[in-house]
Structure formats: C-alpha cells, structure tokens
C-alpha cells in the first residue's frame, strides 16, 4: 500500500522567508502528484498537479517539484506572506487504480507578519 | 459556478441511528468520491464513481453506502452510525483520468460527530 509521508509536521517562518515542504512516498508507480491547500474549518484547494512524466510546475511564488524514482516531492514557497498560513498536503494517485488519491497527513504552516 | 457542495455541515447522531451526507456537483465531472478526514491521519478513500450508476469502493468503506443515478449528485449513506464514523468528511470530483484538467475539486466537509 502507498505511504505518503510530510516532514516536518508544523512550520513556523517569519513573513519573507522562502521555504520547502516535503512529502515523500514509498511507491514510485504514480500517476501524478498533487499539492493542497487547506484552511481550518474548509476543503481542500488544489495548488499544483505534477504529472508522472513532469519534474516540476510552477504557479505564482509556488514551485512544486517531481523526483519520482526517489519518491519526493518538494513545495517551494517564495516570499511567504501571513496568508500562506494553512495546512499543505501533498497526495499521490496510483498508476493503476487511479480513482484513490493517497494523502499525507500535512504540514501546517504559519507565516508570522 | 458552485463546485462541490455538501450537506449538512455539521451533525451530530446517536449511536444506531442513520443519515445520508448529500454532495452535488455543477461542473460535468464523471468521478466523485467521499473522503474520511480524521486527527494524524491522511484523507482516506470511502467510496467513489465513476460515472452515472457505477459506484465502487475505496479503502475504508465499510458502514457506508452510496448511490450515483444522476452525473450531479452522489450521497453518502450511514447505515448504522458508530462513534468510530466520527470524522470529517470530504466530497470530491474531477474529470475523467486522462483528461486534460486532472485536478480534483474538494467540498467543504461535513462535520460529523456520533455520541
């Protein structure tokens, strides 16, 4: 089964900072990769979606990167603002049944003014 | 344009009692799924569509039940509420795989608590 694992848990940055979020995961097999958003008490917003042949996307100060065959994926965020305060998760869909999006468990980001 | 809606938002049931989470989306999307959220663990699939009258399951779906006869609207159902159903759950749907467009649109969760 995959894992989908987010290191570290909690982050805390002064308002500026450029930062990396991490989120590994155990099979390479993948069809894609997405990043989220999630605010307290809200659904979850797609940020990023990498597809398996892609190494990395960009939106905006947000730079998701793909390393498949080592399982990592890295969430850049530069210039952090107090509004990028939120959870983000990063989830994997399998090569073959594609239906089940895999999620980590988060980092929860605080971006201090 | 709506995206994913749920109802209700919050409930609260007794142990033994049933409901059904309604979700409905506004944007063609053949996939729709639910998702469980619960405290250090990732979202975990329940069940989910893949279009208008083929439902199937995902990882954690036993109590639940779903129906899909409309491409809108896919509810989920609680047969026999249990405090381990306390949770959070999520409402997604997206276009079909292989698509251009994968990404996946979430609704705001509903809040579920069974004393």
């Known amino acids: 089964k995959q894992e989908v694992t987010q290191i570290p848990a909690a982050l805390s940055v002064p308002e500026g900072e450029n930062l990396v979020l991490n989120c590994s995961f155990t099979?390479?097999?993948?069809?894609?990769l997405q990043w989220f958003r999630q605010d307290p008490g809200k659904g979850l917003t797609s940020l990023l979606l990498i597809q398996s042949s892609q190494r990395e996307q960009t939106s905006g100060r947000l730079n998701a990167s793909l390393d498949k065959s080592s399982g990592r994926s890295t969430l850049y965020i530069a210039a952090s603002q107090p509004g990028d305060s939120a959870t983000y998760l990063c989830a994997v869909s399998a090569q073959t049944g594609a239906n089940n999006l895999f999620f980590g468990t988060g980092t929860r980001l605080t971006v201090i003014p | 344009n709506a995206g994913v809606t749920q109802t209700p938002k919050f409930q609260v049931l007794k142990t033994g009692q049933s409901m059904t989470l309604q979700c409905a989306q506004d944007m063609n999307h053949e996939y729709m799924s639910w998702y469980r959220q619960d405290p250090g663990m990732g979202l975990r699939l329940i069940h989910y569509?893949?279009?208008?009258?083929?439902?199937d399951q995902g990882e954690v779906p036993n109590g639940y039940n779903v129906s899909r006869s409309t491409t809108e609207d896919f509810p989920l159902r609680l047969l026999s509420a249990a405090p381990s159903q306390t949770s959070v759950y999520f409402c997604a749907s997206r276009r079909r795989q292989g698509s251009s467009g994968n990404t996946i649109y979430f609704g705001e969760g509903s809040w579920l608590t069974v004393v």
């Open positions: 099979d390479s097999a993948i069809y894609n």
């Open positions: 569509s893949v279009g208008a009258g083929i439902t």
